[in-house]
T-cell receptor, first 113, second 114 residues
Framework: KQEVTQIPAALSVPEGENLVLNCSFT??????LQWFRQDPGKGLTSLLL?????REQTSGRLNASLDKSSGRSTLYIAASQPGDSATYLC????????????FGKGTHLIIQP | DVKVTQSSRYLVKRTGEKVFLECVQD?????MFWYRQDPGLGLRLIYF???????EKGDIPEGYSVSREKKERFSLILESASTNQTSMYLC?????????????FGDGTRLSIL
């Protein structure tokens, strides 16, 4: 059974810093890995999806990498802003979209103004 | 943009009541999912459906059932609500198969069982 771990559980950094969030998983037989953002009391917003054949994806100040052989993914946030404060969740699709995602417990990020 | 709409943001019900949570998506997605989210436990899959009238159990189906009579609508039913079902419930949808499209989530329903 796939297990997903996110480290650190919480992170607080000053505005403007570059930062890295980590996600590790136990089973490399995946179709894709997704990074989501969740604001307090809200649903999930999809940030990036990396297919199993890809090594990284970029969107604006966000860059996500995937290393299946080592069971790791990182989310890099450049030039952090207070509006980036949220919980970031990593999720794996092991069934080709047919049977749900397996989520990590998230990293709660606070960007200090 | 894909829109997944959950009928209630907040809901308060009593123990033993039959509770319906409704979810509608507007992108003709085949797959629909119900998750619950609890502090310290993260998101866990309750049920999912890949077609009308089809349903599959997720990781924690006990105490729940689902209904999918139309492609755009997926309902989660708590047959006899209990206090341990107090939680945040999230609905999601996605295109069937391939694994190259993301899941899209609604804003969630925060359910309290008293």
């Amino acid at each position: 059974k796939q297990e997903v771990t996110q480290i650190p559980a919480a992170l607080s950094v000053p505005e403007g810093e570059n930062l890295v969030l980590n996600c590790s998983f136990t089973d490399s037989a995946i179709y894709n890995l997704q990074w989501f953002r969740q604001d307090p009391g809200k649903g999930l917003t999809s940030l990036l999806l990396i297919q199993s054949s890809q090594r990284e994806q970029t969107s604006g100040r966000l860059n996500a990498s995937l290393d299946k052989s080592s069971g790791r993914s990182t989310l890099y946030i450049a030039a952090s802003q207070p509006g980036d404060s949220a919980t970031y969740l990593c999720a794996l699709d092991s069934g080709g979209g047919a049977d749900g995602l397996t989520f990590g417990k998230g990293t709660h990020l606070i960007i200090q103004p | 943009d894909v829109k997944v709409t959950q009928s209630s943001r907040y809901l308060v019900k009593r123990t033993g009541e039959k509770v319906f949570l409704e979810c509608v998506q507007d992108m003709d997605h085949e797959n629909m999912f119900w998750y619950r989210q609890d502090p310290g436990l993260g998101l866990r899959l309750i049920y999912f459906s890949y077609d009308v009238k089809m349903k599959e159990k997720g990781d924690i189906p006990e105490g729940y059932s689902v209904s999918r009579e139309k492609k755009e609508r997926f309902s989660l039913i708590l047959e006899s609500a209990s206090t341990n079902q107090t939680s945040m419930y999230l609905c999601a949808s996605s295109v069937y198969g391939t694994g190259v499209q993301p899941q899209h989530f609604g804003d969630g329903t925060r359910l309290s069982i008293l």
